[in-house]
């Protein structure tokens, strides 16, 4: 063993500092490690999130679809361009967090009664009461 020459007494030994400082380097490495995946978590589901949001607003912002088949120019502007939209982004939120498949399944048949103008089609009616019910979760 070693004696510290600045210590009075000579002989007794000194105390390593090896552990203490093993130990502080694999804390701040498991804790960088923990940071880093806790990081990259909440920025995937947060963009997750924000598509899923938009898609809902464009949704939203698409207004009262009519009950009947109707013509394109008897929707209000925009009706056509802001389901698509909703679908395109509910799409891009899934392909990120399978947690908004449903929402992207019934967005996309939503988008589908749109294109078609048959606003009537019960399958189309149920996807729009759907996507309302999860738009309404996001």
């Known amino acids: 063993m070693r004696s510290d020459p600045e210590d009075g007494a000579l002989g007794e030994p ?3 500092r090896r552990p203490l400082v093993l130990g ?11 940071m880093g995946l806790l ?7 947060s ?11 464009a949704f939203e912002r698409a207004g009262t679809l009519p009950t009947s088949f109707v013509s394109q120019a008897v929707l209000a ?6 389901i698509t939209a909703a679908r395109d982004l ?9 947690a908004y498949d449903e929402l992207a399944d ?3 048949g939503v988008s589908r009664m749109v294109i078609s103008l ?19 979760q996001v």
Do not use: E
Not at 24 to 34: A, E, K, R, S, T
Not at 40 to 45: F, M, N, P, Q
Not at 47 to 57: E, K, L, N, P, V
């Open 14 to 16: 000194v105390a390593s």
């Open 24 to 34: 502080g380097v694999i804390g701040f490495g498991v804790g960088m490690l923990v």
């Open 39 to 45: 990081w990259a978590g909440a920025s995937s589901a």
């Open 47 to 57: 963009s997750a999130t924000q598509d899923a949001r938009a898609a809902c607003g």
């Open 77 to 82: 502007p925009g009706v056509v361009q802001h």
């Open 90 to 98: 509910s799409a891009a939120a899934a392909a990120q967090n399978p």
């Open 106 to 108: 019934h967005l996309d």
């Open 118 to 136: 048959n606003f009537a089609d019960p399958a189309g009616r149920r996807h729009l009461t759907q996507a309302h019910r999860l738009c309404g």
